[in-house]
């Protein structure tokens, strides 16, 4: 019997730590039919996409497709969610172009890192930490994120060459430079632009499907939704088409990507250390450049994913494991980095695609990766002639959903007080990200710890005061819950009783204890009451084993204000409470 148990234990592991071996039983052809067509779909776009974020990396194209693989196949087997796809996403290539040096030694081995600190945090079960960072810092971040990622992009729709890539030498050496923008750039740049946010709209206004229609009407249907969903592949095919007729006329008119590394890439552990300026750089030095982006890159990378996962969870009525993620982008990480891949995570926007075209598993994702691979065998030499204008048009489309002020408005409605998280992140990711980040959750922090250091207390001023705790009672209160009572009670005249409710109060530690002994001696000395009613057995156990002396306990607000006006009725209690109510009264007589 133990046996049987044994193995339905382990077998339970497996599967928890394996999720393919949960939704692989209930395929079909079914789910097969609906998976080729996501995974078809989500290729169509993470193949112009991964040239994109490439160039936001700073690294030849090429490498936003070694990191476009990887993650569909390693996700299909670790992952929780159906619809998230994992691979480069603007954020992310953002974080590369910043830790990395745009070297691809650099971005390769912070991959490899970066997965080895997300598979520890997994093992270790510490994906609640993502919970320290609140929504007004996400949204500070990802808002300053996605205005850095659009206007660096500004520089290839003008055509303009050996702008700095820091943001605000950025902004200051593109309008110094604007006069020598590119007619042909430009030109191309703002029609790619103006075609992907037309087929976007063309493709947000079909009408569902009321009732039959003619063929004819459900071909067009099909092909305006087919473009629509494609319509970064649409662009860029449409754009490279005309480059390459103007390149075959020998006229250079637009600024194209350039050759790029044919073929897939080799299969090898990541270089530990880089050769630069007739010196060899040891791994230590690397780990010392990379500074703070040994941590922000894996938390800001799981934050991402657990969102957009979280999210799609939500919306299609299922759930997901987090630390089960952390495993699944971890394992993507470092087996990405075998290939040249720089850090994934999950991508909104390709999500978004994979779960409106009716993905049922994470199957899809093994299309997904084959059409990379298949892109990377025989299609590299035509990214010669990819004008990086229409790869600038497919970033700034993909990041504007991300940059979002109502969020400035709803936080005034709401809380005020978040706008300073969110105006510190915002403003000081312009400056270093890991600094904005660090300032959004620090100024969080304060915020937090401020509303516990000064709880919500409801006071009762009769002719004795009642005090009723709103919120916790923690140790950063009990210099402020004394003074308090000091100024309000005691330098009264004369001074007054207190009863102290502790109904809302869940926790207490030996600081407060300490300071509720004080604040008994202190009223003992003024001749007055302080009183304690509604504390939870868990908290009463706690002051009672402390031994406080002139403790005295009521289990109601209404007992100890009979008791101070001297009346006889007392509370009954049951065989249960007896033995507490006996070693209170030991304590205090």
Known sequence: MSSVVRKFCSYHTLKKRLPILRWLPQYSLQWLRMDLLAGLTVGLTVVPQGLAYAEIAGLPVQYGLYSSFMGCFVYCLLGTSKDITLGPTAIMSL????????????????????GCIQLAMGILQLGFLVDFISYPVIKGFTSSAALTIGFGQVKNILGLRDIPRQFFREVYFTFYHIAETRLGDLVLGLSSLLLLILLKMMKNH???????????????????????????????????????????????????????????????????????????????????????????????????????????????????????????????NVLGSLVSSYPVTGSFGRTAVNSQTGVCSPAGGIVTGVIVLLSLAFLTPLFYYIPKGALAAVVICAVSGVFDLRIVATLWRVKKLDLLPFLASFLGCFWEIQYGILAGIALSGIILLFNIARPEMKIS?????????????????????????????????????????????????????????????????????????????????????????????????????????????????????????????????
């Not at 971005?107 to 970066?114: H, K, Q």
């Not at 007055?528 to 009672?544: A, C, G, Y």
């Open 206 to 332: 079909l009408l569902k499907r009321s009732h039959p229609l003619s063929l004819l009407d459900r071909v067009c249907h099909a092909i305006v939704h087919f473009a629509g969903t494609a319509r970064n592949a649409v662009v860029v095919i449409t754009a490279s088409l005309i480059a390459f007729c103007f390149e075959s006329q020998n006229q250079h008119v637009f600024t194209l990507t350039g050759k790029s590394t044919q073929g897939l890439p080799p299969f090898r552990l990541p270089t530990f250390s880089d050769a630069a300026s007739n010196r060899t750089v040891s791994f230590s030095e690397m780990l010392q450049n990379f500074g703070a982006g040994l941590a922000v890159v894996p938390l800001v990378g799981f934050l991402e994913s657990i969102a957009i996962a979280k999210a799609f969870a939500s919306q299609n009525n299922y759930r997901i494991d987090p630390n089960q993620e952390l495993l699944a982008i971890g394992s993507a």
């Open 461 to 589: 001023d009769y002719s004795t005061v009642v005090v009723q705790f709103q919120s916790g009672l923690n140790f950063p209160a009990v210099e402020y819950v004394s003074d308090l009572l000091y100024r309000r009670v005691l330098e009264a005249s004369p001074p007054r009783c207190v009863i102290l409710d502790g109904l809302h109060v869940s926790s207490i530690d030996y600081t407060t204890v300490n300071g509720l002994r004080e604040l008994i001696q202190t009223f003992q000395q003024h001749n007055v009451s302080l009183l304690f009613s509604n504390f939870r057995p868990k908290i009463l156990s706690i002051l009672t084993s402390a031994e406080i002396e002139g403790l005295r306990y009521f289990d109601s607000t209404e007992t100890a204000l009979g008791y101070l006006h001297g009346d006889d009725h007392t509370h009954e209690l049951d065989d249960s409470e007896k033995p507490l109510l006996n070693q209170t009264e030991r304590l205090y007589s």
């Open 95 to 114: 974080l590369v172009a910043s830790y990395a040096n745009h070297d691809p030694v650099y971005a390769v081995l912070l991959a490899f890192l970066c």
